[in-house]
């Protein structure tokens, strides 16, 4: 991709030239977050798109997903790509079983991340060391996007995703406790900005297990919608990704919805989305998150 990820001025985005990095991030579980990152991943690729996921959970999830075994991950994971100062980002690379689509994977085992990078200096920033230094690299062949999988908390892990990223994707469900959740993230995101000098910007927040059947899903999104508008602007992203069996069952045998049922509803909307991403990043890099506007979300 010859054009490159720029903002209004014509700067490129990142420290990782023409490439977005992108988490996906919320501290709250069950917004199949896993599954949009997934399936974005997939979407992408079908454009012709070169991405790496990182899967920075250690209920490893994507892993799962994306039909990666127990062996790959534990001799190449992100736990390694943490810990140990010598460990390459390309080392953990591991390939998936869709063309143009790479992963590091995860184990149980990164939950210890915590505790091994706690007294360490400049934990917050390992894995951002670790992508500057692959794209730096001549001997490395580059991608066009990195989307990152973050754990449902905000620990070490989500800290670390978060200072590598240069844009945050937040799925949230139609409920009424998705407001409280993102001022604590705003919260985050704000203090890394000030203390270690992140560039995280927002680039949407995504409505998932939308039930449109549903009289009270319809009304909280409404509400929602308005309220995110209100005090922060235009985040919502026009695709709302529904509930749907089918994305279940793709996952379970090992391959995003886009590839195994690609004209299902649910695949369209993961399309979508992909495209929605690429005319956001072509048009503009995202904003600052308003932390003004959550902490006043939070006490509403």
């Known amino acids: 991709m010859e054009s490159g990820r720029l903002n209004g001025s014509g700067n490129e985005v990142a420290p990782y030239g023409h490439t977005a990095v992108i988490a996906f991030v919320n501290e709250k579980g069950g917004v199949a977050k896993t599954t949009s990152c ?35 991950a534990i001799e190449r994971e992100a736990h390694c790509l943490l810990t140990m100062a010598r460990f390459p980002l390309e080392r953990a690379i591991v390939p998936t079983q869709m063309d143009k689509v790479d992963l590091v994977p995860a184990s149980a085992r990164l939950a210890d991340c915590n505790k091994t990078l706690v007294m360490e200096v400049g934990r917050e920033g390992r894995l951002r060391s670790k992508l500057r230094e692959f794209y730096r690299s001549v001997l490395t062949d580059k991608y066009d996007f990195v989307l990152i999988d973050c754990p449902p908390s905000l ?17 949230v469900t139609t409920k009424f406790y998705a407001l409280k959740g993102m001022a604590l993230l705003g919260d985050m995101v704000a203090t890394l900005h000030e203390q270690i000098g992140a560039s995280v910007k927002m680039l949407g927040i995504l409505v998932t297990m939308f039930d449109k059947k549903t009289a009270l899903d319809v009304t909280i999104y409404r509400l929602l919608k308005e309220k995110i508008e209100s005090d922060f602007g235009n985040y919502v992203f026009s695709t709302i990704i529904s509930k749907s069996v089918v994305v279940s069952e793709a996952e379970a045998g090992g391959l995003p919805v886009t590839i195994r049922d690609p004209e299902s509803p649910a695949a369209q909307a993961y399309r979508h989305f992909a495209e929605e991403i690429l005319d956001k990043l072509s048009h503009d890099v995202g904003t600052l998150m308003p932390t003004a506007g959550l902490a006043a979300a939070q006490g509403s």
């Open 38 to 72: 997934v399936n974005l991943a997939a979407a992408l690729a079908q454009r012709n798109e070169r991405v790496l996921c990182v899967d920075l959970d250690p209920q490893a999830n994507a892993t799962t997903a994306f039909g990666v075994s127990a062996e790959q």
């Open 155 to 171: 620990d070490l892990l989500s800290i670390n995703a978060l200072t590598a990223a240069t844009h945050m994707i937040v799925p």
